[in-house]
């Protein structure tokens, strides 16, 4: 096995004193097991070294005193690997955080990060660059990022007193190590109101939070973990005596939704229970009526069909998936077929005018995947037909700039669009030829990507038809 690459030290050249380390998953370094020891970097900072074992090992770099993170690789005989490093300080970008005047600001944080799409919730299987990296360390309103790959990154600020800098791209590499860009803040805009009995008893001690809606969310484009909510900002709030509530420095290009949010956990199982959408940042003296601890409800029901001769299924399960108003979802409420035969289901904890997606499984032997949505709540009710469709398969082959099959990259795939709520295509590894094929994938739309040392590709959108081969 072949491993070979370059570290880069913290001048943005090669790190001449660099070593690069082997070691098995959480074992010891090096010497044993089939591995080498710690081996030294040329004058050009490369390093090239025969792995006699096979399988997986880490593999990372350390130089100045500092190390990298480890790079996960999964072998065979015969395999070549190329994985690269950058020091902590190789690449850097340098963020100046001013006020609407132009003045730099101290004591605030900026984010940088990387569209590097799913976060696994499976574990993964070999190391991904990071994706997200933030400091409030800063030198007179100056502040230094050092992050650990090539690539482009969006950056973001934000200080207290003022509303978040929109996000800019940069871009680091070898020829551009080091990037400087200017983030603008803004001044923060108010929302308040006052919340209210239906006989108009103002309500007070209730939790209230502002959630940035996906439309107006320039964040929203950003896939992964970009922790954008702690940029935005919004927050929570608790109504006064008389009723009444206040937001300050929201973002002044934001819609929001005010929701409800339980005061201690576990909740009575209206989390986040939207009460007004669509409020623009600047608004005051809203008048917010509750009907109540609990919202007005009506009932979801309907009957599942299998995917065969569309006879109900032995066995299914139905979820309640509700958009919570910054287009995030999450299940609130689950349907098991128990034993019942006719496929019907019916669902009660259902907010008349709320945005929902329904999705349904079949269990072994029938197995099956259907989502309908988004769609809104009425106040009579609804009522669906859902079909369970077969699941199908999906092949996928990697290659490199040359078009050379790139074994052992790990591939795995986010299930688009977020309300499907499909379970995405699990990490899994190419073969020698550097093709991977997933079976049992949920009828869906996903995107695709691949991943292999410190290196990854763009997304591929595709579509997996209903119990066919893609």
């Given at each position: 096995v072949l491993v070979e690459g370059r570290v880069m030290g913290a001048g943005g050249g090669p790190a001449k004193d660099a070593t690069v380390h082997f070691s098995r998953e959480n074992g010891p370094e090096g010497g044993e097991e089939g591995l080498p020891l710690a081996q030294p970097v040329d004058p050009q900072g490369r390093y090239s070294t025969d792995v006699l074992a096979g399988g997986q090992f880490e593999v990372w770099a350390e130089g100045g005193g500092q190390g990298t993170e480890r790079a996960r690789v999964h072998s065979f005989p015969g395999s070549r690997h190329e994985v690269d490093f950058?020091?902590?300080?190789?690449?850097?970008?340098?963020?100046?955080?001013?006020?609407?005047?132009?003045?730099?600001?101290?004591?605030?944080?900026?984010?940088?990060?990387?569209?590097h799409g799913p976060a696994t919730r499976w574990g993964p299987s070999q190391w991904?660059?990071?994706?997200?990296?933030?400091?409030?360390?800063?030198?007179?309103?100056?502040?230094?990022?050092?992050?650990?790959?090539?690539?482009?990154?969006?950056?973001?600020?934000?200080?207290?007193?003022?509303a978040s800098s929109l996000p800019v791209e940069v871009s680091v590499g070898e020829n551009t190590p080091h990037a400087k860009v200017d983030l603008e803040l803004f001044e923060g805009a108010t929302i308040s109101g006052v919340v209210r009995k239906e006989d108009g008893e103002p309500i007070a001690g209730i939790n209230?939070?502002?959630?940035?809606?996906?439309?107006?969310?320039?964040?929203a484009r950003v896939r992964g973990r970009t922790a954008s909510a702690g940029v935005l900002g919004g927050g929570e709030c608790r109504t006064r005596d008389d009723g009444s509530f206040e937001w300050r420095s929201l973002h002044p290009m934001g819609t929001y939704t005010i929701r409800r949010y339980p005061g201690s956990f576990p909740s009575t199982g209206w989390d986040y229970w939207p009460i007004l959408r669509g409020v623009r940042a600047g608004t005051r003296g809203l008048e917010i009526v509750l009907p109540g601890d609990r919202p007005r409800t009506c009932l979801v029901t309907g009957i599942v069909?299998?995917?065969?001769?569309?006879?109900?299924?032995?066995?299914?399960?139905?979820?309640?998936?509700?958009?919570?108003?910054?287009?995030?979802?999450?299940?609130?409420?689950?349907?098991?077929?128990?034993?019942?035969?006719?496929?019907?289901f019916s669902l009660e904890r259902v907010i008349p005018g709320e945005r929902y997606s329904l999705r349904?499984?079949?269990?072994?032997?029938?197995?099956?995947?259907?989502?309908?949505g988004p769609w809104i709540a009425r106040p009579e009710g609804n009522e669906f037909t859902i079909r369970l469709r077969p699941h199908g398969s999906l092949e996928c082959r990697v290659v490199d700039g040359a078009g050379r099959p790139v074994p052992f990259a790990e591939v795995d795939g986010e299930p688009f669009p977020a309300y499907s709520m499909a379970q995405g295509v699990r990490p899994d590894r190419t073969d020698e030829t550097g093709t991977v094929r997933f079976k049992g994938v949920e009828p869906n739309g996903y995107r695709i990507r691949a991943w292999k040392g410190t290196r990854s590709s763009e997304p591929v959108e595709v579509e997996v038809p209903e119990g066919e081969s893609m």
């Open positions: 950058w020091l902590p300080g190789a690449l850097t970008i340098e963020a100046v955080l001013r006020d609407p005047s132009g003045n730099p600001v101290s004591g605030g944080k900026t984010w940088a990060w990387r569209d991904r660059p990071d994706a997200f990296f933030g400091t409030d360390s800063d030198k007179g309103g100056r502040y230094r990022i050092s992050v650990s790959s090539p690539g482009t990154y969006l950056l973001a600020g934000i200080a207290l007193g003022f209230l939070q502002a959630a940035m809606e996906a439309r107006s969310d320039f964040f069909l299998g995917p065969g001769d569309a006879s109900p299924p032995r066995e299914f399960s139905v979820s309640l998936d509700h958009d919570h108003g910054d287009d995030t979802w999450s299940a609130v409420e689950h349907h098991s077929s128990r034993g019942r035969t006719d496929g019907r349904a499984y079949g269990v072994s032997p029938e197995r099956g995947f259907a989502w309908i």
